[in-house]
């Protein structure tokens, strides 16, 4: 199993379409953060999450491909391919954003995946990262508390724009992706063994 890992797409879709024609991956886990909802990777089944810049109308064309996937709230999405599944959910939205902020119906959908029901978990904006000054700590403090009883075996996230490997209290890898214009991740083989791409497309 190959999985490309992407974020903050915005409306570099060349760049997209490059990479993907590069890595020929089975599947597209993104962080979110896009200009547009749009088939960048063709017929490769393509899963995102929202972040704080997303288009408030998607516009579905006849006669092209599938558009992506959203993954709602609390909701587990089983990916196979011959006798490797992956389980992955999300958790839309970053700390300080009233339209695409992570809200109480996301933070209800993380207490309903049970304990280790999980292998990897999109969040756009990583909770590790906030400032001790933040009016929004308790909020991500919640959602920490939430990946550390889960134990999934990645967290992924974007937003910043910089690269960072970061670990919760209980050890949990969460790794920050670059925008895509500067970098994205593969997933690959049977253990899954994380790898960084970086690529300039600006």
């Known amino acids: 199993m190959k999985i490309l890992l992407v974020s903050d797409i915005h409306s570099d879709y060349s760049a997209a379409e490059s990479i993907y024609h590069e890595e020929k991956p089975d599947f597209v886990l993104d962080c979110g953060d896009h200009a547009e909802i749009k088939n960048l990777f063709e017929s490769v089944p393509h899963f995102y999450i929202h972040g704080n810049h997303e288009p408030s109308q998607i516009v579905f064309r006849a006669n ?85 009883r889960i ?10 724009n910089d690269y960072k490997e970061l670990q919760t209290p209980r050890g949990v890898k969460n790794i920050v992706l670059e925008d895509l214009a500067k970098g994205y991740g593969l997933l690959n083989g049977d253990n899954l063994e994380f790898e960084r791409k970086i690529c300039r497309f600006r």
Request: avoid cysteine; aromatic fraction near 6%.
């Open 64 to 148: 092209e491909m599938p558009l992506p996937n959203k993954i709602q709230p609390g909701q587990i999405l089983t990916l196979e391919k011959d006798e490797k599944k992956l389980r992955i959910a999300g958790l839309d939205g970053n700390y300080s954003n009233n339209r695409y902020g992570v809200s109480k119906k996301g933070i209800a959908g993380l207490e309903s995946i049970p304990e280790g029901g999980l292998d990897i978990l999109l969040t756009h904006e990583s909770p590790l990262l906030l400032p001790q000054n933040s009016g929004y700590l308790k909020l991500a403090r919640k959602v920490i508390h939430e990946i550390d």
């Open 151 to 160: 134990k999934p075996r990645f967290v992924f996230s974007g937003h910043l």
